[in-house]
T-cell receptor, first 111, second 114 residues
Framework: GEDVEQSLFLSVREGDSSVINCTYTDSSSTYLYWYKQEPGAGLQLLTYIFSNMDMKQDQRLTVLLNKKDKHLSLRIADTQTGDSAIYFCAEIQLNTDKLIFGTGTRLQVFP | GAGVSQTPSNKVTEKGKYVELRCDPISGHTALYWYRQSLGQGPEFLIYFQGTGAADDSGLPNDRFFAVRPEGSVSTLKIQRTERGDSAVYLC????????????FGNGTRLTVT
């Protein structure tokens, strides 16, 4: 199937780290993406990782990729209230140009 | 602006009516995508254009849905005989070449069918 799975909800205290997990479906996926969606807004590209990498760091964001387990994670260091949003992981499947999204994880940051 | 632009931002229509949703991609982007997002769900693929042609329309739910991109830039998603189940946010995205190029999304059109 085409299900990209994510946990639905994550709540963290401001200043702590957040880790959002994703399990994708296609071991041949070439790129994997993280998007952020704030209420009433479109999808904002946060970061992406090529499948031959196992880690990518971009300021407060760290992406980890475990190809064997088809597991992707997004770590946000020093989480701020402005990070509260829904986070989607997505994969590009090898033989199509379709970006397939997960169900999204709602991150809530409390003071 | 430099981003993907979608109009209208909101559209309310009566069941059975015809609607058109417009997407203006980032200048120079050859690939254009339409997605649909229902409440509490992730975006669902509808159709993908490479230039003027639909490279993959496998996500269109039925023949009431149609999309065009006649000059390889602006695209219109057309929905005939709208049903209440068509209510959703319709998202458009573009990328520089499709495939592995990142998709950049517009803010979407919220369609409500009453």
């Amino acid at each position: 199937g085409e299900d990209v799975e994510q946990s639905l909800f994550l709540s963290v205290r401001e200043g702590d780290s957040s880790v959002i997990n994703c399990t994708y479906t296609d071991s041949s996926s070439t790129y994997l993406y993280w998007y952020k969606q704030e209420p009433g807004a479109g999808l904002q590209l946060l970061t992406y990782i090529f499948s031959n990498m196992d880690m990518k760091q971009d300021q407060r964001l760290t992406v980890l990729l475990n190809k064997k387990d088809k597991h992707l994670s997004l770590r946000i260091a020093d989480t701020q209230t402005g990070d509260s949003a829904i986070y989607f992981c997505a994969e590009i499947q090898l033989n199509t140009d379709k970006l397939i999204f997960g169900t999204g994880t709602r991150l809530q940051v409390f003071p | 602006g430099a981003g993907v632009s979608q109009t209208p931002s909101n559209k309310v229509t009566e069941k059975g009516k015809y609607v058109e949703l417009r997407c203006d991609p980032i200048s120079g982007h050859t690939a254009l995508y339409w997605y649909r997002q229902s409440l509490g769900q992730g975006p669902e693929f509808l159709i993908y254009f490479q230039g003027t042609g639909a490279a993959d329309d496998s996500g269109l739910p039925n023949d009431r849905f149609f999309a065009v991109r006649p000059e390889g830039s602006v695209s219109t998603l057309k929905i005939q005989r709208t049903e209440r189940g068509d209510s959703a946010v319709y998202l458009c995205a573009s990328s520089s070449s499709g495939g592995n190029s990142p998709l950049h999304f517009g803010n979407g059109t919220r369609l409500t069918v009453t």
